[in-house]
């Protein structure tokens, strides 16, 4: 007699899944947000179904229930992922938001217009001596400010023709 089990406890990892898990956070961590987080960010790239419970990824991961719960939380906040409901079960499922690097690259870019708006406004008081580090970074914001919303139809376009391949 075969016996039926429909997800394994812990689910299966190749060395590349694992490698994806542990660069993720360390990306994460270096961005000042929790490596569990990031960890569990490069989990939901690679795993299969693309849909995860907090078990799930918890198992998968080796995370503690509690560490999972408060950064699923963070993760959601970021716009990194989304819960989704099935009508058959009553946890909820994770999976990563489609849009979410180039809104995240959006907001940086935005955060930085407020840095280069603070140059701006400081060079046009004429009170520094030297002023080649605040024209630069000036200067970059308002390169990326005039590129990016190009940059992001490019990027719907192509992630578009992607997917139509696929």
Known sequence: MTEVIERPVEAPRGDDVHDLVDEMGLFFKNL?????????????????????????????????????????????????????????DRKTFYRLRRDFWIEMATRKMGAFEHLATLGRDIRARGTLGRTDGVEEMVAFSEFWKRELPGLTERWKRERSAMSEAR
């Open 32 to 88: 000042g947000v929790p490596r569990a987080a990031g960890q569990m960010f490069g989990y939901l790239m690679a795993c299969d179904p693309p849909e995860q419970s907090a078990g799930e990824i918890a198992a998968a991961i080796g995370i503690s229930a509690a560490s999972v719960s408060s950064n699923l939380r963070l993760l959601v906040q970021l716009g990194a992922i989304e819960p989704r409901a099935r009508r058959s």
